[in-house]
């Protein structure tokens, strides 16, 4: 079992910026590759970005690419999703996800991770 707990949500002005945190425990956290997720008010779950184990290679949503950034730390068990030039339309409730194995062809399918956290709310004003 891997246990994740989001944080760093808020409400934040157009342009603003804020950083998610997602701090796992339990299993090894090195071992899993990590993603972000969200979902709007009645819209479906999103891929947002995810991060390889060791960080080589990073994915990302084609709306967010140049404005979110992923990192992870492998030592404080911990992801990131730094988010920058924030637009109302970002506001949803955003998730972190582990999953045991990667694919390059899969890496945004949400059914294919399998341990998600609460979720932390961003909400973006115009």
């Known amino acids: 079992q891997v246990q994740l707990v989001e944080s760093g949500g808020g409400l934040v002005q157009a342009g603003g910026s804020l950083r998610l945190s997602c701090a796992a425990s339990g299993r090894t956290f090195s071992n899993y590759f990590m993603g972000w997720f969200r979902q709007a008010p009645g819209k479906e779950r999103e891929f947002v970005a995810a991060m390889s184990r060791t960080g080589e290679i990073t994915h990302y949503k084609d709306s967010v690419k140049g404005r979110f950034t992923i990192s992870r730390d492998n030592v404080r068990n911990t992801v990131y999703l730094q988010m920058n030039s924030l637009k109302p339309e970002d506001t949803a409730v955003y998730y972190c996800?582990?999953?045991?194995?990667?694919?390059?062809?899969?890496?945004?399918?949400?059914?294919?991770?399998?341990?998600w956290g609460q979720g932390t709310q961003v909400t973006v004003s115009s």
């Open positions: 996800a582990a999953r045991r194995t990667y694919s390059s062809t899969t890496y945004y399918v949400d059914g294919l991770f399998n341990y």
